[in-house]
Every structure is written in structure tokens, then in C-alpha cells.
């Protein structure tokens, strides 16, 4: 996938969904073995290895992590080859505050520029992920993860900057990557948080075209997992694990 091809919401989701290279395919695999922790923070990536794991050859392999690299999921080391890129909580801070400013600022200019077809794809994100929310037999990970994410997409989807999509896009995929830490901790397990009740808060608002109310409802959303990770880190003497 070109980076440029990154701005385009549309694009991506076709990509992750029918990838048309190797190198796609190899980028996509990666990626979730990452976010999902199957690859752990610092942990070494040697293509001699991984290309048997992924079944692509060293070339496409090192494609595939060159994206992940501007992804900044992943580090290069000079001539040592390539790192999964390391979290911290001073990293999940920054991220949060970043991922803030620019999330809220996109969700109230989507507010103001939305069109009555904004407005509908908004509602049809919503019906689909409380659906996954709601769904008999409990929450598929997988599933909710995807509904999530087109819901997040929805809201600043009217908002024009190419750059701030893009942005919030890698931002989004580090945030996920957090809140596997939070539910591999066991962080997730000590306070009650019902988040459908936080996304009807954000939508409801933002179709009601209230922007500061649905900037702060979507502020307080995103910070949670951050507060949650700090409180628990703080409360088991577990820094360590989140270095």
C-alpha cells in the first residue's frame, strides 16, 4: 500500500480486507500480531524467521516492514535489523494527549460541515457497532474491534484534512494496541465501564450537532484506557510491565 493511499479510508478498508500483493498481505498479518501482542514490545524481528512464519520472501518481508515502520510500529536499529517498537506510559500519555487534540478538533468540524449523508453513515456505524456491543453470546472481539473503528471513522468523516485522518488513523491502531495491554493486565478487570454507554454519549450529541458536548464525551472515551493502565500500574507495582 503507497503511504499516500493511507489517506484514503476507503482504500485502506479494501486493502485490509482483500490485500492485492504479498507485501499487503505480510503488512496486515504483522500489524495485527503486533497490536494484538502476539509480537511483543522490543521484541526482535529477523526476516530469516519471519518469512517463513508469514510465507513471503526476505524482499516483500522488508516491505512489509518498512510500512510498519512508518506506522511507527516498529523500529529499525541501523544495521541490527528491526524491532517491534517498545510501549511505556509515558508513551501512552503522549499518544493520548495527541490522539485527543486532534480527534476532537476533527469530531467538531465533521459537526459543522456534516451533510445529511454524514449524518446517515454516522447512524448506520452506530446501529452496527451497538449491534456488536449487544450481540447474544457475548462481545467478539474481532468483530467490535472493526465496528469501533468504522464508528471512530464515521463521526470525523466530514472533516477535510487529508493529514488529520491519516494521523488519527496510526494513532487509532496504537491506541488499540493499549487496550490489548489493559485486558492482557487485567487493568480493564477493576473498574466497571460501560462503553456503549460512553459511544451513545458521543453520538447522540454529535447528531444532535452539539459539538462541545460530543468533544468532551469523545475526550473522556478515548482518555479512559489511559487512566485505567496509570491507576492499575500505580496501584500493583506493575510499571515494570508497561516499562
Request: proline share 2%; with cysteine; hydrophobic share 40%.
Amino acid at each position: 500500500m503507497l503511504p499516500l493511499e493511507k489517506f484514503n479510508l476507503q482504500v485502506v478498508r479494501a486493502v485490509s480486507e482483500n490485500p492485492r500483493t504479498l507485501a499487503e498481505r505480510a503488512y496486515l498479518s504483522l500489524r495485527q500480531d503486533i497490536v494484538c501482542g502476539d509480537l511483543a514490545p522490543g521484541e526482535r524481528l529477523r526476516v530469516e524467521h519471519l518469512k517463513d512464519r508469514y510465507g513471503v520472501g526476505a524482499g516483500t518481508l522488508r516491505e512489509a516492514l518498512a510500512l510498519l515502520v512508518s506506522d511507527a510500529l516498529v523500529t529499525v536499529e541501523g544495521q541490527r535489523g528491526y524491532r517491534v517498537s517498545e510501549i511505556s506510559l509515558s508513551d501512552l500519555k503522549d499518544l493520548t494527549d495527541t490522539r485527543v487534540m486532534l480527534e476532537t478538533d476533527a469530531l467538531r468540524q465533521s459537526i459543522r460541515l456534516g451533510t445529511p449523508q454524514w449524518e446517515a453513515e454516522l447512524v448506520e456505524a452506530y446501529r452496527s457497532l451497538t449491534q456488536a456491543e449487544q450481540q447474544e453470546g457475548g462481545l467478539e472481539p474481532k468483530s467490535w474491534e472493526l465496528a469501533n473503528q468504522r464508528f471512530h471513522e464515521a463521526l470525523i468523516s466530514a472533516h477535510r484534512s487529508p493529514w488529520s485522518k491519516y494521523l488519527l488513523g496510526i494513532l487509532y491502531r496504537h491506541g488499540e494496541r493499549y487496550r490489548h495491554v489493559a485486558i492482557q493486565m487485567g487493568a480493564t478487570q477493576t473498574v466497571q465501564r460501560d462503553v456503549h454507554a460512553e459511544h451513545t454519549s458521543i453520538f447522540q450529541a454529535a447528531v444532535a450537532r452539539q459539538e462541545a458536548r460530543a468533544a468532551l464525551a469523545l475526550e473522556a472515551h478515548i482518555r479512559l484506557t489511559c487512566e485505567l493502565l496509570t491507576k492499575y500500574s500505580a496501584s500493583t507495582a506493575k510499571l515494570g510491565e508497561i516499562h
